[in-house]
């Protein structure tokens, strides 16, 4: 839906080529996370974590390792140092960190691919039209005005885009709050998308789980905003009002600043200093600003982390195509695809020069979850029935690149006679 919504609005609008609006199911294969588009070259990179270049894509298609190491050497990228430091608007390069993203990430790829049909462009200038795109889909009054393709499709069939939070994930909430902990919802979507969304996922009495709800946070500039730049509003009819000096009591907010709603916690605890864990899926958006302006606990919900667990079991595999079918549908629904295109999300092997070892080294993304989370899971899910005061192990402990993974590290990461069976 993300990739026509984006697709319909380049085409109709801005003239570009009917080809963007047909996909190949194997087109999706090239989603992956953790990709930086190169926008001036037309060009996909999956970096190491000292930021030298594993894979590169020019549009969809793979660059070799010649052309790798004849386009960008064996050095740290020229951008890397920006894009470490996790700065986030730039127009020379863009950082695909989430699953809304990647449809974006192939549309810009399939974009390159008939420019260079059609005008074999040396330097891009598409990058405009896509953050238009982006704003004609998403932009606050979108959802209200049904604007765009995204929202009114999402508001006409829910069931077919949402999936409902699990019983064990809502008890867990619950078993939080009479514990006496203050929950948050804190998001970067506008309050009447939440309330679809929450109302379909947890139910109409969604309110009653948080003690604390902020739309239009407008993350990572939530965390790294002074109040002065980001105040916090109130609501009416989900229009937002005048700007609050302080935040006094919970309630639903709009847009606001990790610093004040601080205050507000601890006003609410009696605690000089509060202990805040906050859960989000986005390195860029969420782990990193909340660790790095707050210094919050933060757990990194990284479905990455399923992998290679569901794996097919050998018999099921060499059964006719028809009997095959019928298994896969009775499969769990955390299929998770590994992209065959750029590989693991954790590792790579380095372009390997003539007759040179392979060296295996971890990515940039890997880098950045053992640097900036507290711990990573691979849902909610997975940590709902443990008791609330079980101790998890974090990542500083030992200093181990793997201790923060629970249940358990990914395979990748294993040393190789663990990880022998991936191979």
Same mark, same amino acid.
């Given at each position: 839906?993300?990739?026509?919504?984006?697709?319909?609005?380049? +085409?109709?609008?801005?003239?570009?080529? !009917?080809?963007?609006?047909?996909?190949?199911?194997?087109?999706?294969?090239?989603?992956?996370?953790?990709?930086?588009?190169?926008?001036?070259?037309?060009?996909?990179?999956?970096?190491?974590?000292?930021?030298?270049?594993?894979?590169?894509?020019?549009?969809?298609?793979?660059?070799?390792?010649?052309?790798?190491?004849?386009?960008?050497?064996?050095?740290?990228?020229?951008?890397?140092?920006?894009?470490?430091?996790?700065?986030? *608007?730039?127009?020379?390069?863009?950082?695909?960190?989430?699953?809304?993203?990647?449809?974006?990430?192939?549309?810009?790829?399939?974009?390159?691919? =008939?420019?260079?049909?059609?005008?074999?462009?040396?330097?891009?200038?598409?990058?405009?039209?896509?953050?238009?795109?982006?704003?004609?889909?998403?932009?606050?009054?979108?959802?209200?005005?049904?604007?765009?393709?995204?929202?009114?499709?999402?508001?006409?069939?829910?069931?077919?885009?949402?999936?409902?939070?699990?019983?064990?994930?809502?008890?867990?909430?619950?078993?939080?709050?009479?514990?006496?902990?203050?929950?948050?919802?804190?998001?970067?979507?506008?309050?009447?998308?939440?309330? %679809?969304?929450?109302?379909?996922?947890? @139910?109409?009495?969604?309110?009653?789980?948080?003690?604390? +709800?902020?739309?239009?946070? %407008?993350?990572?500039?939530?965390?790294?905003?002074?109040?002065?730049?980001?105040?916090?509003?109130?609501?009416?009819?989900?229009?937002?009002?005048?700007?609050? %000096?302080?935040?006094? !009591?919970?309630?639903?907010?709009?847009?606001?600043?990790?610093?004040?709603?601080?205050?507000?916690?601890?006003?609410?605890?009696?605690?000089?200093?509060?202990?805040?864990?906050?859960?989000?899926?986005?390195?860029?958006?969420?782990?990193?600003?909340?660790?790095?302006?707050?210094?919050?606990?933060?757990?990194?919900?990284?479905?990455?982390?399923?992998?290679?667990?569901?794996?097919?079991?050998?018999?099921?595999?060499?059964?006719?195509?028809?009997?095959?079918?019928?298994?896969?549908?009775?499969?769990?629904?955390?299929?998770?695809?590994?992209?065959?295109?750029? @590989?693991?999300?954790?590792?790579? *092997?380095?372009?390997?020069?003539?007759?040179?070892?392979?060296?295996?080294?971890?990515?940039?993304?890997?880098?950045?979850?053992?640097?900036?989370?507290?711990?990573?899971?691979?849902?909610?899910?997975?940590?709902?029935?443990?008791?609330?005061?079980?101790?998890?192990? *974090?990542?500083?402990?030992?200093?181990?690149?793997?201790?923060?993974?629970?249940?358990?590290?990914?395979?990748?990461?294993?040393?190789?006679?663990?990880?022998? =069976?991936?191979?």
């Amino acid at each position: 839906l993300i990739y026509d919504s984006f697709a319909q609005y380049l +085409v109709m609008e801005k003239g570009y080529d !009917k080809d963007l609006l047909t996909l190949a199911p194997d087109n999706l294969d090239f989603c992956c996370k953790g990709l930086v588009l190169d926008i001036e070259e037309g060009n996909f990179l999956k970096l190491a974590e000292d930021g030298t270049v594993l894979r590169a894509s020019h549009g969809t298609k793979s660059m070799t390792s010649e052309e790798i190491l004849e386009t960008y050497g064996r050095r740290e990228w020229k951008h890397f140092s920006t894009v470490s430091g996790m700065v986030s *608007r730039s127009a020379k390069y863009y950082l695909y960190d989430n699953y809304f993203d990647l449809p974006g990430a192939l549309l810009c790829a399939r974009v390159v691919d =008939t420019l260079d049909q059609h005008d074999g462009q040396k330097k891009y200038d598409f990058w405009k039209d896509m953050v238009a795109a982006i704003q004609h889909n998403y932009k606050i009054s979108a959802f209200k005005e049904d604007c765009g393709m995204y929202f009114p499709e999402v508001k006409s069939h829910p069931d077919k885009y949402l999936q409902r939070c699990p019983e064990s994930v809502k008890k867990w909430l619950k078993q939080l709050k009479s514990a006496g902990k203050i929950l948050l919802l804190i998001t970067s979507s506008h309050s009447d998308y939440c309330r %679809l969304l929450c109302e379909h996922i947890l @139910g109409n009495d969604f309110e009653e789980y948080f003690d604390i +709800v902020i739309t239009n946070a %407008l993350k990572p500039g939530f965390f790294s905003h002074t109040p002065n730049q980001r105040p916090f509003r109130t609501l009416e009819n989900d229009e937002e009002q005048e700007a609050l %000096l302080s935040l006094d !009591k919970p309630g639903w907010y709009s847009q606001g600043n990790a610093i004040q709603l601080y205050e507000l916690l601890k006003k609410m605890t009696g605690k000089l200093d509060p202990k805040v864990v906050y859960f989000g899926d986005s390195m860029h958006s969420d782990i990193f600003p909340a660790r790095h302006y707050s210094n919050w606990e933060t757990v990194f919900i990284l479905e990455e982390l399923l992998g290679d667990k569901v794996m097919v079991p050998a018999e099921a595999e060499s059964e006719p195509l028809d009997k095959k079918a019928k298994y896969e549908e009775d499969q769990p629904k955390t299929h998770y695809f590994v992209s065959k295109q750029w @590989g693991s999300f954790f590792v790579d *092997r380095l372009p390997g020069l003539e007759n040179a070892e392979e060296t295996l080294v971890c990515t940039w993304s890997c880098r950045c979850i053992s640097t900036y989370s507290t711990i990573a899971i691979p849902s909610l899910e997975a940590i709902a029935d443990l008791p609330l005061d079980y101790r998890f192990t *974090r990542f500083s402990s030992n200093n181990s690149a793997t201790a923060g993974y629970y249940p358990s590290p990914p395979r990748a990461l294993l040393p190789n006679e663990e990880s022998d =069976t991936m191979k």
